[in-house]
């Protein structure tokens, strides 16, 4: 009778174990096989441009004389694919400082498609005075430092085949009372008593630059 009992539960225990496990793989869900389906996609694209380019960049005054004002201009059109900035870069140093050793002897003026963008009576930028300073930008009578700077933006959100200009105006200042050669030699020939070799130059080079709108070109020097 006791080993009746004892065969009962086992029995009985195996079937519990059967029950949990037949349980369990209920939870679990169906396995197999099962339905699908796929759409195939691609992502394309093109890259956009930023070109710029003018007609005529070799400019040239003649026979300037003091107090008269002679006007150059350049052209550019936008031949890239999106909208873009434009500027002016005065690329060589040497040239810069030149001109901007004039002080009251010259006059310059920027302008990008007839808006003025820079204008100076005082072309000093203190580099070549004993100081070496100007102690800030300023004009004042027969004095003062407003040198032109590396670069100038001439056009913003250019559309592509849209145009403008950059015109460049020059004048030696009415208190110039004698000079030849040719217009703006550099390196400038002395300083501080020193006399530097024959100008290497001369001529003010300049670069029209395209960018991304927002964007600002490289610093003078660098092309």
């Given at each position: 009778?006791?080993?009746?009992?004892?065969r009962?539960?086992?029995i009985?225990?195996?079937?519990?174990?059967?029950?949990a496990?037949?349980?369990?793989?209920?939870?679990?869900?169906?396995?197999?096989?099962?339905?699908?389906?796929?759409?195939?996609?691609n992502?394309?694209?093109?890259?956009?441009?930023?070109?710029?380019?003018?007609?005529?960049?070799?400019?040239?005054?003649?026979?300037?004389?003091?107090?008269e004002?002679?006007?150059?201009?350049?052209?550019?059109?936008?031949?890239?694919?999106?909208?873009?900035?434009?500027?002016?870069?005065?690329?060589?140093?040497?040239?810069?400082?030149?001109?901007?050793?004039?002080g009251?002897?010259?006059?310059?003026?920027?302008?990008g498609?007839?808006?003025?963008?820079?204008?100076?009576?005082?072309?000093?930028?203190?580099?070549?005075?004993?100081?070496?300073s100007?102690?800030?930008?300023f004009?004042q009578?027969?004095?003062?430092?407003?040198?032109?700077?590396e670069?100038?933006?001439?056009?913003?959100n250019?559309?592509?085949?849209?145009?403008?200009?950059?015109?460049?105006?020059?004048?030696?200042?009415?208190?110039?009372?004698?000079g030849?050669?040719?217009?703006?030699?550099?390196?400038?020939?002395?300083?501080?008593?020193?006399?530097?070799p024959?100008?290497?130059?001369?001529?003010?080079?300049?670069?029209?630059?395209?960018t991304?709108?927002?964007?600002?070109?490289?610093?003078?020097?660098?092309?």
């Amino acid at each position: 009778m006791k080993l009746m009992l004892n065969r009962k539960k086992a029995i009985i225990g195996a079937g519990g174990v059967a029950v949990a496990l037949t349980m369990a793989l209920a939870a679990l869900g169906p396995t197999g096989a099962y339905f699908t389906d796929t759409e195939q996609g691609n992502i394309t694209g093109n890259l956009g441009s930023i070109e710029v380019t003018s007609e005529n960049t070799e400019l040239a005054y003649t026979n300037l004389l003091p107090g008269e004002p002679q006007t150059v201009t350049a052209d550019f059109k936008n031949t890239g694919t999106n909208n873009q900035d434009v500027w002016v870069v005065f690329n060589n140093v040497d040239a810069l400082r030149a001109i901007n050793n004039l002080g009251k002897y010259g006059n310059f003026t920027v302008k990008g498609s007839g808006t003025e963008v820079f204008s100076s009576t005082n072309l000093q930028d203190g580099e070549w005075r004993a100081t070496n300073s100007c102690g800030g930008f300023f004009e004042q009578a027969n004095r003062g430092c407003w040198p032109l700077l590396e670069k100038y933006q001439l056009a913003s959100n250019l559309a592509p085949q849209a145009t403008g200009d950059v015109s460049f105006t020059f004048a030696y200042g009415a208190a110039m009372t004698s000079g030849a050669g040719a217009w703006n030699q550099y390196p400038v020939q002395y300083h501080g008593g020193t006399e530097f070799p024959a100008a290497a130059g001369y001529g003010l080079p300049y670069q029209i630059v395209a960018t991304q709108v927002g964007h600002a070109p490289g610093v003078a020097g660098v092309n």
